[in-house]
């Protein structure tokens, strides 16, 4: 008998149709940037985010307004891929700790195995499942008086855009899920499956200032319990707004409100915002530095109404006079930080 082990037979790469890669599934090489570094080069290069993958935006700006020093408590509120969070922990270790939250847990458990293959001490950090609307009780849960620096990034991150599988988005067909927990609530299938047109005008008008959403609601509801799928919405948006060709960029900006309309809702943002907002000041020690990135005009209004409303208290030392953008450098080399707006406040010293 040969002691032999059995060969291994090749395995092909991944096919797919035309000469290049479609499917999120098929950018086999952007998933495993670790193993093909030239080819994600080439697409950051080109202005684009590589699939499953997250560029952080505004770092230098963030880092300027935190200012994070060796020893000191840091809070990302939206860990997401991490790229803030590193950011962070180079400047506070040694020493300094991290809490990291995140209501995404499937993205949570790849960040926190990226930190540790990184040579990030696992006591340099903890995280915790949870919407960032509970960090009065995460903090107290850790026995943790208060942050020295506090980071929330609103954004919904790129492997969450660019996996069809969470239904974000109607680039490729997949589950119309939008859930950032897929283990809580209601998919934007079941709400839409037993929302009243009513309540449908009223969302995609309050969280998309949606000029067609009597028509659109409609059209939605008129296909109650049919809307399983992101191409399905897509369509079904499409079938409410005047004759154009499929590609018209305003009949696209349309679908894609309607998208973000649905999402907040599905995963109550804005509530869950206003929450962490008012809660903020007491989860700062004296002196501490908070910084938020919205992409949303309401994200935006809340952060700003909230930092000033802090700062009139006596709270807040010193807030943002207006919000700060992307340099336009940064967003050439990376489109999807073009709407991004970063505000910051200074907890009241004693």
Not at 25 to 42: A, C, F, H, I, P
Not at 64 to 82: H, K, R, S
Not at 198 to 214: C, G, H, K, Q, T
Request: charged letters at 25%; one cysteine or more; glycine letters at 8%.
């Amino acid at each position: 008998m040969s002691d032999e082990l059995p060969h291994e037979p090749h395995k092909r790469r991944p096919r797919y149709r035309g000469t290049h890669p479609r499917k999120f599934s098929e950018k086999y090489k952007e998933l495993q940037g670790s193993r093909y570094r030239d080819d994600v080069e080439k697409v950051l290069a080109r202005g684009m985010t590589p699939a499953g993958s997250h560029r952080p935006v505004c770092v230098a700006e963030i880092l300027g307004i935190l200012a994070p020093q060796a020893g000191e408590l840091a809070v990302d509120a939206t860990l997401g891929n991490g790229g803030h969070a590193f950011k962070l922990l180079e400047n506070i270790l040694p020493g300094g700790r991290l809490v990291g939250i995140d209501l995404d847990g499937i993205e949570m458990a790849r960040t926190r195995t990226r930190l540790l293959a990184a040579g990030i001490p696992a006591t340099a950090f903890v995280l915790r499942q949870s919407n960032f609307s509970a960090l009065p009780s995460i903090l107290a849960g850790e026995g943790i008086a208060g942050a020295d620096c506090f980071l929330a990034d609103l954004g919904v991150s790129s492997m969450q855009i660019d996996n069809p599988e969470r239904g974000f988005t109607f680039k490729h067909d997949g589950p119309l899920e939008m859930r950032m927990d897929p283990e809580r609530g209601l998919s934007a299938s079941d709400l839409l499956a037993t929302i009243s047109e009513v309540r449908l005008r009223e969302i995609l008008v309050a969280n998309a200032d949606e000029s067609s959403a009597a028509a659109i609601s409609r059209a939605l509801c008129s296909r109650r319990g049919k809307l399983r799928t992101t191409l399905a919405l897509a369509d079904a948006i499409r079938s409410a707004l005047p004759s154009c060709p499929k590609g018209d960029p305003e009949i696209v900006k349309t679908i894609r409100r309607c998208f973000q309309a649905l999402r907040i809702e599905v995963n109550g943002e804005f509530s869950a915002l206003e929450t962490m907002l008012s809660s903020l000041p007491s989860c700062l020690r004296p002196g501490g530095r908070a910084a938020v990135l919205s992409f949303h005009s309401g994200e935006d209004r809340r952060v700003e109404a909230a930092f000033r409303d802090g700062f009139e208290k006596g709270m807040y030392s010193s807030i943002a006079e207006s919000f700060i953008r992307p340099s336009r450098e940064e967003q050439y080399n990376n489109p999807r930080s073009s709407s991004a707006k970063l505000r910051w406040a200074i907890r009241r010293d004693g």
